[in-house]
């Protein structure tokens, strides 16, 4: 029987090839390697960036019964398409900035890290945007996220390594905000749902995602990378015992729970991604890696029942206490120990709180605000928003 859905023949296909001819002019007249100096990334490093984010997100997204191509293809879509257009606003930066070009492999293991902000915020519109909407969510984002890096470089001096780890940050609070603007569907859908196959699939991507995750931490830092990745193991062990401890006390009938074992065991990553090349002992570490678990399955049942209705949010795989709060929880862990290491040096350690928190503010406020901008332009009738009965379905795109 033929589809009645519409066709999305006349604008995606012509949107993409728009982008890719757009990105390769750009390429030729603005993105060259030579003179660039070799890179201290190692393919290895970048080869276990690319893991986590095409694989470890393309199925840790696929937990809704009805939408598993869609979770995983746009997922490669929207990564391959925001990487070039991340590398060229990279680009444009060392050229407005007059800094010194960076080797490949560097810039495109930055531009790969950047896409996880994307990811993330894809998480909270998944099922409702189209692929339209989500291909200019993706140009949008990357473009506001380099500025927002831009500017806390420029004018607070944070380090290029720290500004990036807030990509947790950043992406949940501008998936927030664009997820506003979507009408919430009916708490009775059956298609907003997961089934146990549904669920194994999406532990599956968490897994890979907990193994490369002390690779993402230590990819891009300058000096102690060894120290980056012993401290968001120990986290993430620490994250992933906690979330078997809660999710046991937390349930009724005292069973563990998929969907708190899929979202907290990542916690401890999200919440040491800041301060993990600077912390001493491990016990800090894991110390972070528990209260991020704790966080993140006790604030889903405070935000699912109290703040997410009455800010008419509706965001579908759980990205605010995924990886917001985690996120907001070690950049104020980052500050609290800047503060530990430095109380005698008080004139420098005012100037580090300052920085660190502007920066913890700057990417907030530029995520929701842009957020939301971006969530208006994607709900115009021209972008052909999707009847709140198709959420949630293969069949509107895919054979």
Not at 58 to 71: C, E
Not at 111 to 130: C, D, E, F, H, R
Request: with cysteine; proline share 4%.
């Amino acid at each position: 029987m033929a589809s009645h859905y519409p066709s999305f023949r006349s604008s995606v296909p012509w949107l993409i090839l728009s982008l890719e001819v757009v990105f390769i002019t750009l390429f030729y007249f603005f993105s060259s390697l030579d003179g660039a100096p070799q890179s201290n990334i190692s393919y290895p490093a970048f080869q276990d960036v690319n893991h986590m984010v095409i694989f470890g997100f393309g199925f840790f997204l696929v937990f809704l019964r009805r939408y598993g191509f869609s979770s995983t293809g746009f997922n490669l879509l929207l990564v391959v398409l925001g990487v070039q257009c991340s590398v060229l606003a990279e680009d444009l930066l060392v050229l407005l900035c007059q800094r010194a070009s960076e080797g490949g492999l560097k810039r495109i293991t930055k531009a790969t890290v950047s896409m996880t902000a994307v990811v993330i915020s894809t998480g909270a519109v998944l099922g409702k945007a189209n692929p339209v909407q989500l291909i200019l969510m993706t140009i949008v984002e990357i473009i506001v996220f380099h500025g927002s890096r831009w500017m806390s470089s420029i004018f607070l001096q944070v380090s290029d390594s720290v500004g990036m780890m807030h990509v947790h940050l950043f992406g949940a609070y501008f998936g927030l905000a664009v997820s506003s603007h979507f009408s919430e569907p009916s708490p009775r859908a059956e298609k907003n749902r997961s089934t146990p196959k549904s669920e194994l699939l999406s532990m599956l991507g968490t897994l890979f995602l907990w193994v490369f995750w002390p690779s993402f931490n230590s990819v891009l830092a300058v000096d102690n990378k060894n120290k980056a990745i012993y401290n968001t193991y120990f986290a993430l062990a620490a994250s992933a015992v906690t979330a078997f401890l809660l999710s046991v006390l937390t349930t009724k009938d005292g069973r563990f729970q998929m969907a708190h074992i899929h979202s907290a065991v990542l916690a401890g990553g999200v919440a040491v991604g800041h301060a993990a090349p600077s912390i001493e002992y491990p016990w800090i570490a894991m110390i972070l890696g528990l209260l991020a678990s704790g966080i993140t399955i006790l604030g889903s049942y405070c935000l699912q029942r109290c703040l997410n209705p009455a800010l008419k949010i509706h965001d579908t795989s759980g990205v605010h206490f995924t990886f917001g709060l985690p996120a907001v929880l070690g950049a104020l862990a980052q500050v609290l120990l800047l503060v530990i290491q430095n109380w005698t040096d008080f004139p420098r350690l005012g100037n580090l709180v300052v920085i660190h928190v502007g920066a913890f503010c700057l990417t907030i406020s530029v995520a929701l605000l842009m957020g939301f901008i971006t969530g208006l332009i994607l709900n115009l009738k021209l972008l052909k928003v999707i009847p709140v009965s198709k959420y949630f379905e293969d069949q509107f795109y895919w054979e």
